[in-house]
């Protein structure tokens, strides 16, 4: 070989084979699936992060998948006990991504009367809302076995005790289902500080002097130990709720003056009231009533209860540069 020859490029030979990431070992791609997500949990990532190659083909979805599940009950687990909350985490074990994705929390009733247990939830939430999920369902949930008689018998104290009793022989009796309401009085005044805290959740640069002057409800004004302030990754949030009972005036005939502004039915605080700073930080807030039809207004006297809160994201619009260069490239 000349000198001139070494100095030439040389010509590559057809590649006979094809070199690709299935031709490396299960361990490899096992140790780049958890270079795309920590420990291979694809909800700690965005979704574009790893949706190329989670949709390449059926082996690779199926060991990403495979992967991503083995960790999940243990990354749950974790959230779940690291605030010692009575919050219940389903599916614990879930058993396809598409059930990963969507994730429900139980909220106890009971937990509902004691602010220190509702503020160690708001702590254990968290970790949730920085998950990449498409949607994560808040529902108050009833006593289902002797162990959370136990653990209400426990957490509770004897004041908020008797108060749950007092609240759960309050309630009328009326030839209906069951299962339609809740076994203890709950009645719109019971929700609205849970359903009001999601948006200091999903928007929390409200609680820094963003929140509306007639919200009583902000989770970080008012504690000492307020929830850290995350970005909420989460696609939806939802508060799923049963039938509400009727409103029950006090002895002196008032209304609670936080939720009912004027005394009457005809006007009440709802978490849609900021529904236009929601929509400031990326976040559209409606509520739906039992056949799903959605209601943004505030005036709702005649309207039934609220079955579920709804926010979810919206998306970002492109601005004209983005546009013209997305049609630019179209014509090439």
Known sequence: MTALDRLLPRSQPP?????????????????????????????DTHYRVHFGLFLACKQLRDEME???????????????????????????????????????IGIPRWAMFSPNIQNRI????????????SSLTIGIEELESEEDLLELMSALTPRELQRYLDLTRLIPF?????????????????????????????????CVGGHHEENFWCIRAH?????????????????SLKK????????CGFLPHQVYLDQTLQLRWSPTDEASLLRKEGWCNVW???????????????????????????KKREGRLMKAVKGLLRCV
Not at 25 to 32: A, Q, W
Not at 122 to 133: C, K, Q
């Open 15 to 43: 590649a006979t084979e094809k070199c690709h990431i299935l031709a490396a070992p299960v361990e490899i791609r096992l140790l780049v699936y958890r270079q795309i997500a920590p420990a291979g949990f694809l909800p």
């Open 244 to 251: 509400l009972h009727d409103e029950v005036r006090c002895r």
């Open 122 to 133: 708001y702590h254990a939430v968290t970790p949730l809302l920085d998950l990449h999920l």
């Open 223 to 239: 504690s000492l130990h307020p929830p850290p302030r995350v970005t909420c990754n989460i696609r939806k949030v939802i508060l």
């Open 66 to 104: 495979y992967e991503c599940l083995r960790m999940a009950p243990k990354i749950l687990q974790k959230i779940h006990s690291k605030c010692h909350t009575p919050m219940k985490i389903r599916p614990p074990r879930p058993t396809n991504f598409a059930s990963l994705m969507h994730v429900t």
């Open 174 to 206: 009326k030839n209906e289902e069951p299962t339609a309401n809740y076994g203890v009085l709950t009645t719109y005044t019971s929700v609205v500080g849970l359903a009001t805290a999601i948006n200091c959740l999903v928007a929390p640069r409200l």
């Open 288 to 314: 739906t009533t039992e056949k799903f039809e959605k209601v943004v207004r505030r005036f709702f006297s005649d309207m039934p209860p609220p079955a579920q809160f709804i926010r979810y994201k919206l």
